[in-house]
């Protein structure tokens, strides 16, 4: 008797997670949150590299929901310095990860930035203009020339991505698994001039 109602309670896990793994339950949803970078550049300034950038980001109906009811979203600008190497992979100079908390206030009914290295906070009233805010990066310092072999090439990365880890524990299962949850968009490559 014991023997069979573990089996029968191993048979019923197994299909229930056979169940929440399929693809059609990961993938289903199209509705996903994209970051589309439309520039990227770096300029020379006082021998110390600026980047300036220009991405459009979405966000899915989850993480609006989410938004709207009180949860915030940690999403990264991730910039990387890179030696490209031929028969090697690229050595990475230099990776930082520009960390910004998207919060909303139902009290205010706004919107708020927060930059969380430096604290900085910005209001905004739509999650649209805050979220246009967060993918216009100017004259952000990236690494000074003294720091760069002056015989070498290197290029700049952009990305960004969603801190899913940041989220509410009962949220977090959900994020990892389900498509809707992740920022998606291509690597935006540049060369360092």
Request: charged share 20%; aromatic share 10%; hydrophobic share 40%.
């Amino acid at each position: 008797m014991c023997l069979r109602s573990r089996r029968h309670s191993f048979i019923l896990a197994s299909c229930f997670w056979a169940l929440l793994t399929s693809p059609a339950c990961l993938w289903a949803n199209s509705d996903i949150a994209k970051a589309i970078i439309t520039k990227a550049q770096t300029r020379l300034v006082n021998d110390v590299y600026l980047l300036d950038a220009i991405t459009t980001l979405s966000l899915s109906e989850s993480m609006l929901n989410a938004l709207d009811n009180g949860i915030s979203l940690t999403v990264s600008a991730n910039i990387k310095i890179i030696r490209p190497r031929m028969l090697w992979f690229d050595n990475i100079v230099k990776d930082i990860a520009k960390q910004y908390e998207l919060k909303y206030y139902d009290l205010s009914e706004r919107y708020i930035l927060t930059d969380l290295k430096t604290g900085e906070k910005k209001q905004f009233r739509t999650h649209t203009s805050a979220l246009t805010a967060l993918g216009d990066i100017q004259d952000y310092p990236l690494i000074s020339l003294g720091a760069l072999d002056k015989n070498a090439r290197y290029a700049g990365e952009l990305s960004y991505s969603l801190h899913i880890n940041k989220l509410p524990t009962p949220l977090r299962l959900k994020a990892y698994l389900f498509k809707d949850w992740h920022l998606t968009g291509e690597t935006y490559r540049w060369r360092l001039q």
